[in-house]
């Protein structure tokens, strides 16, 4: 019996574990995918900066014409690229971060469950044993009352019988 139960703790033991380990890998993957995206907020910070200091520097130049229209439209275009980039970055980092949440919760609700399960079953065999333990007393109890013991040593010659809500027959006796 005991075997029989540690084999049955091992397997819940494993199976706990398994589970941890998936919502633990699925937090670690959303982890990466924050360190990723804030890499690429930054470089498209530092792109959009770059490009906005190089545009402010030739605005003034294209009007002595010193540089041509298309690349002032070409710099535009890069700083418009830049500040999207960098803008859907920092969109997706308010996800990543909501998913990470919710992947710390998914290994809080993992072990949770398993504790939960635990207490349940321990608690259905806590009540069987304690039904199992009055009704032993109860027969305890019956065999003390069935027992017959003489107060003295000798011979019963005449045997005055007392039964709890009962009738007992000369028969019996």
Known sequence: MGEQERMLYNARRS???AQLGIARQQLAQRSQELIEVRA???QATHGYELTSRELAVTQPLVGSGAVS???LLRLQRDVSRYKGDRDQAAAQLDRIQAAISEAN?????V???FRGEARNEMAD???KIN???EGSTALSDRVKQAALKSPVKGTVKRLLVNT???SSSRARM
Request: no cysteine; hydrophobic share 40%; glycine share 4%.
């Open 105 to 109: 919760r998914k290994v809080q609700e």
């Open 69 to 71: 229209e298309v690349e």
């Open 40 to 42: 690429r907020r930054d």
């Open 15 to 17: 199976e706990l574990d």
């Open 125 to 127: 065999v806590v009540a």
């Open 164 to 166: 709890v809500g009962a």
């Open 131 to 133: 039904s199992l333990s």
């Open 111 to 113: 072990e949770l469950n």
